[in-house]
């Protein structure tokens, strides 16, 4: 059974940084995608960056390109989310999910299997 954890969360000022991580417990492949998600009050689930894991391969939205670096560490089972010059429009919750497989658009949510239980970015300016 697949499981994702997230961790690294936290209230950071306007310009901060901070560092996801999602664990990936149970995938039998070292070959599929991993993509984290963000969800504010009110709004839809939205694809922020994710990455293939057999060729490395990753893909951003526009509004984090350049601030934001998605990055695995096969070793541990674990992609992290570098977040650097944090806007207050970050703050979000921010969710890992994990499919063996993904076909065309990378970010629609429902593409992805395995979901983490999500970890709160908060952002003040």
């Known amino acids: 059974q697949v499981q994702l954890v997230e961790s690294g969360g936290g209230s950071v000022q306007a310009g901060g940084s901070l560092r996801l991580s999602c664990v990936v417990f149970?995938?039998?492949?070292?070959?599929?995608?991993l993509g984290w998600f963000r969800q504010a009050p009110g709004k839809e689930r939205e694809g922020v960056a994710v990455?293939?894991?057999?060729?490395?391969?990753?893909y951003y939205a526009d509004s984090v390109k350049g601030r934001f670096t998605i990055s695995q560490d096969n070793a541990e089972n674990t992609v992290y989310l570098q977040m650097n010059s944090l806007k207050p429009e970050d703050t979000a919750m921010y969710y890992c999910?994990?499919?063996?497989?993904?076909?065309?658009?990378?970010?629609?949510?429902?593409?992805?299997?395995?979901w983490g239980q999500g970890t709160q970015v908060t952002v003040s300016s």
């Open positions: 990455i293939g894991t057999g060729a490395g391969s990753t």
């Open positions: 999910a994990a499919a063996q497989r993904v076909m065309g658009w990378v970010f629609a949510p429902a593409k992805y299997n395995y």
């Open positions: 149970g995938y039998t492949s070292n070959n599929y995608f």
